[in-house]
């Protein structure tokens, strides 16, 4: 892994110390990231799902994008997911593919910071 994608493991280790984050090297600088446990909130029937994404080797430079979540999470009020979350996969699993990508970037858009903010949008759906 290149030492920015570790540093970016790093502080989501940090960030989330009673989730379990795993990392596994794409083998060309970048990690498949897992945080487990996160709390998806109110909106959602379980407690708590994994969220999963990729932290590619142009890291900082490039978003990271999409996220995935578990696949059966699903609404309270029975609704669908809405605009954004749809069905698809994770490295073969199966997953709810959240697309919310930061087009105009700042330096100051690291992995946490992106991973906080679909933490936060998907609590307040």
Do not use: C
């Amino acid at each position: 892994m290149k030492p920015k994608v570790q540093e970016a493991v790093a502080e989501l280790r940090t960030s989330f110390p009673d989730a379990v984050v795993t990392d596994v090297a794409d083998g060309d600088g970048g990690a498949f990231v897992s945080v487990d446990p996160i709390d998806p909130g109110p909106a959602y029937s379980q407690d708590e799902t994994w969220l999963k994404f990729h932290i590619s080797h142009m890291y900082p430079d490039a978003d990271v994008y999409p996220l995935f979540v578990r696949p059966d999470l699903v609404r309270v009020d029975g609704n669908g997911h809405g605009e954004a979350i749809t069905s698809g996969s994770f490295r073969g699993e199966p997953a709810l593919q959240i697309s919310r990508r930061s087009n105009h970037r700042s330096e100051i858009d690291t992995a946490l910071r992106k991973i906080l903010k679909v933490e936060k949008w998907v609590s307040e759906r």
